[in-house]
């Protein structure tokens, strides 16, 4: 099935729970966390978490795949929208 064929209920219109930015991208266009998993293949514990767990850093692979994702569906979105992220520092090569 593919994700257009699907109909999602809005995301965030419960209780007042914390959101992330993702979380609050998800809500803005009346999407829901299943359709973030459906399009980016990643677990939903994991969706779950960038969307509601402000302290929660993703690795550099998963911002990766999720931003991937979102402009796959015509999002117009980049990995600084969502994360203090810095590619000179992206990986630490000291050896100490």
Known sequence: MDVSDKTYRAYGEGIGNEQTLIGK???????NQQYLV???????????KLCTDIEF???????????????????????VDFWNYDPLNAFDL???
Do not use: A, E, Y
């Open 25 to 31: 991208l998800l809500r803005h266009n009346r999407l």
């Open 38 to 48: 459906d399009i980016s293949k990643v677990n939903k514990n994991t969706i779950s």
């Open 57 to 79: 850093t993703p690795t550099n692979k998963l911002m990766s795949r999720i931003i991937g994702s979102l402009r796959q569906q015509n999002h117009d979105v980049s990995v």
């Open 94 to 96: 000291s050896f100490g």
